[in-house]
């Protein structure tokens, strides 16, 4: 019998004794870093792609199609190092003027995110103060023990409700109110910090995927398109339903996997899981009336929040109509204050007291200002793009690509070369008004229906939101949850490539048949 002899690889000689050897191991940047990355990367391209734009109709201030033209942004270096420098100041509340420029000093209508961060930070303090109750860590051990053995029923109940949400009113910033709420509970059941953050992220991110009366995203998109709303509602909610049981069984694959094998997590234990978890295993008495009073306070206060932000008018009779005289058309200022007022009741109810109620409000607050931080950043860097005039150029390059195809390749080619837009411009009523006066009037020459261009961008803006570092929601979430921006991406990846996939052949089929 023959022997194969290998050369011994050289071995490292131990350490002398009483010295340590320390390995070095990688570790995936924070989300300040990844955000901090992609501003400088930007901010570098902007250097590189040349500055275009559009002219703009008087009346409606939509680019028109056909008038691109290469431009000079007017900004010397310094120009652009003081962008770079300001970026986080103007992610905070800069002021978007006429000309289309970006400034703290500037007049005229704000683009900075300073109402989502103070609406974090409310939402921060509401979810302090009903935790300091107790009545959160009791509520979540009793739905625990009484949903121990349908944990993943839980999961696609939820991740429905979540979609629901993103189909009709585009549910975004609004989720970060939950992850509080769902980590625990999800935790007590058996699944790591990943499925929480996934029940939410995708769950909502697959209904604005899937848009069907969203007024947000359909519904700016369709107004520019000059189309109704209603155009091509059933083939997005054929997308809806075939989409949203893509999206369960992802996540819910996952969640049975790690709770049959922990070792399989994607991102390990984290600090504080086990009191959490413990909180919701542990044996409880019957909630006392004080609790249900706080956890019902913390139930209708998120639904009135549902009820406050969706515009009923527009989403039954088309973008154009006039609300209801009962509907709010609430945003986040008046969010932010309703969590802030909500959070003295709950504290007032809860029996915390004067020096309680203080303390919860200083804590809430600092815990989620990371947060808040994060979201500035992110939208520091459109700030970036907004101010060189870079989207221009790449718009153009994307209505040169579409012209001449025919209808299944259009549906196909607009769905894909929305992807990178997306990645540009992640607000979904930005990049719908600023591509669809463009990108329509193309599917008038390619012989398809203009509801085939609204379905294609809302799709791609919605995969790409799924994982894009520049959207708040995404970075803002991942780190209320703890999860790793990189730890993430190993888990959504795939999907957005299922996704990808059968977008790309639902637009084609769309556009054949439309």
């Not at 003027?97 to 995110?113: C, F, M, Q, T, V």
């Not at 094998?261 to 086990?274: E, I």
């Not at 088309?318 to 200022?333: N, V």
Request: aromatic share 8%.
């Amino acid at each position: 019998m023959s022997t194969t002899h290998r050369a011994e690889r050289p071995t490292t000689p131990p350490p002398p004794d009483g010295e340590m050897v320390v390995r070095r191991s990688f570790h995936f940047p924070s989300a300040f870093a990844v955000l901090f990355g992609v501003t400088i990367v930007v901010w570098l391209l902007a250097f590189v792609i040349p500055s275009g734009t559009y002219q703009t109709d008087a009346d409606s201030g939509r680019p028109i199609p056909g008038t691109y033209a290469t431009s000079d942004s007017g900004l010397s270096f310094g120009d652009r190092l003081m962008d770079l420098f300001m970026a986080p100041v103007n992610g905070l509340y800069g002021i978007l003027n006429p000309d289309g420029k970006i400034g703290p000093y500037e007049s005229g209508e704000l683009y900075g995110a300073a109402g989502v961060f103070l609406f974090v930070l409310a939402i921060g303090v509401f979810i302090t103060m009903a935790m300091r109750t107790g009545a959160i860590d009791d509520g979540v051990a009793r739905v625990a023990q009484r949903m121990s053995g349908r944990g993943t029923a839980l999961i696609a109940v939820l991740m429905i409700l979540f979609s629901i949400g993103g189909t009709t009113e585009g549910m975004a910033e609004e989720t970060l109110g939950f992850y509080a709420l769902l980590i625990p509970l999800l935790l007590a059941l058996g699944y790591d910090r990943m499925v929480a953050a996934a029940t939410i992220l995708v769950g909502a991110g697959i209904g604005v995927l899937a848009s069907t009366v969203n007024p947000f995203a359909t519904g700016v998109a369709s107004d520019a398109a000059d189309i109704s709303i209603g155009d091509g509602i059933g083939f997005r909610f054929l997308m809806y339903l075939v989409l949203v049981p893509v999206a369960v069984w992802w996540v819910t694959r996952y969640a049975r996997r790690v709770k049959a094998d922990p070792s399989r997590s994607l991102v390990g234990p984290v600090d504080g899981d086990d009191e959490l978890r413990g909180h919701g295993l542990r044996d409880v008495p019957r909630l006392t009336g004080r609790q249900k009073a706080v956890l019902t306070i913390v139930a209708v206060t998120f639904a009135f929040m549902i009820f406050a932000i969706v515009p009923w008018a527009q989403v039954i009779h088309g973008p154009d109509a006039t609300s209801f005289a009962w509907q709010l058309d609430w945003y986040f200022p008046e969010l932010a204050a309703l969590f802030l007022v909500m959070s003295l009741v709950v504290g007032l109810v809860g029996g915390l007291g004067e020096h309680g109620v203080s303390e919860a409000l200083s804590r809430g607050a600092g815990d989620f200002v990371g947060v808040g931080l994060i979201i500035v950043l992110a939208r520091g860097v459109t700030v970036i793009m907004n101010n060189t005039e870079i989207t221009g150029t790449v718009l153009h390059a994307m209505e040169n690509t579409v012209s001449g195809t025919s209808s299944g390749v259009f549906g196909a080619v607009m769905f894909l070369i929305n992807v990178p837009l997306a990645f540009l411009v992640p607000s979904t009523s930005g990049h719908a008004a600023l591509a669809m006066p463009i990108l329509a009037p193309l599917a008038d020459f390619a012989g398809v229906g203009r509801s085939v261009v609204v379905t294609a961008f809302q799709s791609a803006s919605g995969v790409v939101n799924l994982i894009t570092p520049t959207s708040a929601v995404v970075m803002g979430g991942l780190a209320l949850a703890k999860v790793r921006y990189d730890q993430y991406l190993r888990f959504v990846l795939p999907l957005v490539g299922i996704l990808l996939v059968l977008g790309t052949a639902a637009l084609a089929l769309g556009a054949v048949v439309s």
